[in-house]
Structure formats: C-alpha cells, structure tokens
C-alpha cells in the first residue's frame, strides 16, 4: 500500500509566479490535510478536506491561497502570485474515514517550494 | 488546543535510553498525548498516543503522571537512526488539526 505522494518534491517559483502542488492521499484515505513548515519551525495546519468539501481552511491565508480536492484526482494546494515569504515546506497528510480517536495522519515527504 | 513546551535539543550516545520530557499545564479533560517523529526532509511519522499511566509499543513508552501535566517520551537504546525531531502534541480525541511546535532535535552520537 503506497504511502501519501507528494509531487513535485522540489520546485522553484519566481515572485508573481503560481505555484501548484499535489497530493495523493494513502489508498481508502478520504481526509487530506496540508501543513506548512518554515525553516527550524514546526508544521502549522492550513486547511482540511474531505472529497469535494472544505471542511475547514483556517490556517489558510484568505489571499493568494486556495486548496480542493476533487472527485477524481489529487489533492492541490494552489499559490497565486507567490511572493518570498511562501518559501517554505509544504506537507499533505491523510487519514481514513472516521478518523478515530488516534490523532493520527500519514504524511507525504514533502513539496519543497523555493521562491525566488 | 494545549499549548506544549519541550526541550530544543538533546544529545545521547548510541545504545542509551532517551527520556524526552513534554509540559502540557493546561491540557484538557478530553485531551490525549500524541508523539510525532519527523526526520530531515520526510513529513512527521505517528510514534505513539496516550491519555494516562503508561503505554508502550513497538518502538516507544510514553509516561503520562496522574495530573497529566506533562508526559515523558522513552526511546530504549536508540541508535544512530533515531535521529530526528520529536514533536510532543496535545489535542482531542480524533482532532485533525494538529498543531507542532518546534520539538525536540535529538541527536544520537555514535
């Protein structure tokens, strides 16, 4: 069972540039999340998806940021006009449906997003 | 959600035990213990959960006292592998918006 792909792993914007990053979630995984990480910090949650719905998106900039996850497809987490302080490590996580009571998610290794 | 304070860093040699203690003084009633392991470049790998007294798996023990205010994560003989950024989470049953701190960077020397 392949764990949660993340793709690109690296990728490198200009100021003003999109950015657009996926995430495929573990096979019978229904939530996504995705995190940001900066530098010597740890992961800040930004929004939570189920298929087709938001469920909740407050750690997410209401500006420049958007994330959906479709019916068919993976998970994007979406940048307009991408500016130097979005540099940053960019994490999808997933979990199976009910969640439990362990507060567990599977995270993908990664997208590294490097603006210049 | 509970705010957590952990040491920054922490040194051990190969083969010791390592106790990476975690203070949680406003944790709720409905809150649990969750240990997260992330090593450089890889996302954060689930280590073990609790609520009370203590729990051990394959890998890990955690130690959570009575008044719950702080929880001790044990490592039994690490080894140079184990080095990596331990994250100490409080938050409840099933939460999903997890919140890290900046964690514990262990460093296991041979």
């Known amino acids: ?116 | 959600l509970a705010k957590t304070t952990q040491p920054i860093s922490m040194d051990s040699y190969e083969g010791q035990e390592v106790n990476i203690t975690c203070s949680h003084n406003n944790i709720a009633t409905n809150d649990y213990i969750t240990w997260y392991q992330q090593f450089p470049s890889q996302g954060p790998r689930f280590i073990i959960q609790g609520y009370k007294t203590k729990v051990t798996n394959e890998v890990a023990s955690l130690f959570i006292p009575a008044d719950r205010k702080s929880s001790t994560l044990s490592l039994p003989r690490v080894s140079l592998s184990d080095t990596a950024v331990y994250y100490c989470l409080v938050a409840g049953a099933g939460s999903y918006q997890l919140t890290f701190g900046k964690g514990t960077k262990l460093s296991v020397i041979p």
């Open chain 1, 1 to 116: 069972n392949a764990g949660v792909m993340q793709n690109p792993r690296h990728l490198v914007r200009r100021r003003g540039q999109e950015a657009r990053l996926r995430c495929s979630p573990m096979k019978g995984h229904s939530h996504v999340y995705w995190y940001r990480q900066l530098p010597e910090e740890g992961l800040k949650f930004m929004v939570y998806l189920q298929k087709e719905n938001i469920i909740d998106e407050s750690g997410m900039p209401k500006e420049r940021f958007s994330a959906e996850f479709p019916k068919e497809g993976p998970s994007i987490l979406r940048i307009q006009q991408v500016v130097r302080g979005d540099s940053a490590a960019y994490f999808c996580a997933s979990s199976p449906p009910g969640r439990g009571t362990q507060n567990e998610q599977f995270f993908g290794p990664g997208t590294r997003l490097t603006v210049l």
